[in-house]
């Protein structure tokens, strides 16, 4: 006689061994992973989503056993920007939603869909897109308007109790939505150089949030507010300190999760 395969092999284990048969894996399931939605602002650093931010987070996130979606908001980009000139494409317009399916490879969900009913966290990767396309905190600092969408986001998040991770400029997203968040974006003084974007410490406070210096390789976490952030971009440095930052960051969000 053949050995038992496929449905047979399991039948004849249940026969076998009734009480310890789940351990078997033709029977036990996988425990479900937090399922996390990230929020992208298009494709491409000075115009929309820092694309090593948005990887790096989606391999953490995938290392962790998250399962994933990806959004962002139906809307026109605030201006196009030629990457190999740092300068603005004048006769170009593009959309985010659209240019954000680049980097989740076509799956992309216009974020007027996403709720916390499906989703036990949040995460906003930086970019100038954050500042230009999420908000107008690029043109008009302290003053600025958050995106509908996104305030909404951020709001209901934080009345779920459910955690929202922010990494780079996106940080300003939640000092201005979630009066008195604790966040970081690095150091508060350039330090020749190491942090171009110091002077954003200070316009987190004039938003009505709480900085708090951190180093590149690490996160703040809000506990109160379930906010955790991290520099990333923010400090001219090495991309494996970069990716080590973000991974303290979507770490400390999944276990805020409790999944």
Request: glycine share 10%; aromatic share 4%; charged share 25%.
């Amino acid at each position: 006689m053949l050995p038992a395969r496929g449905p047979a092999l399991c039948s004849a284990l249940r026969r076998a061994a009734p009480c310890g048969f789940a351990s078997f894996h033709c029977s036990a399931r996988r425990p479900r992973g937090a399922r996390v939605a990230v929020v992208l602002s298009g494709c491409g650093v000075y115009d929309g989503t820092e694309i090593h931010e948005a990887s790096a987070i989606l391999v953490h996130l995938s290392r962790g056993g998250a399962e994933v979606q990806m959004y962002a908001p139906d809307v026109p980009q605030m201006h196009v920007v030629d990457h190999s000139k740092g300068q603005p494409a004048e006769a170009e317009s593009r959309n985010v939603l659209v240019e954000s399916a680049r980097i989740a490879r076509g799956k992309i969900t216009n974020l007027a869909k996403l709720t916390t009913v499906d989703h036990d966290a949040v995460i906003f990767p930086g970019g100038f897109g954050a500042a230009k396309n999420l908000s107008t905190f690029a043109v008009d600092g302290k003053d600025c308007k958050v995106n509908r969408e996104v305030e909404r986001v951020l709001k209901d998040f934080h009345k779920a109790g459910k955690p929202i991770g922010l990494c780079c400029i996106s940080p300003v997203l939640a000092a201005k939505v979630l009066s008195g968040a604790e966040v970081t974006v690095g150091h508060e003084e350039e330090e020749g150089g190491k942090w171009p974007y110091a002077g954003t410490a200070g316009a987190i406070k004039e938003l009505g949030g709480k900085h708090c210096v951190k180093e590149v390789t690490e996160a703040h976490v809000d506990t109160k507010n379930k906010v955790v952030t991290t520099p990333a971009f923010m400090c001219e440095t090495e991309l494996h300190n970069i990716f080590d930052g973000i991974g303290a960051m979507v770490k400390n969000v999944l276990k805020l999760t409790g999944k």
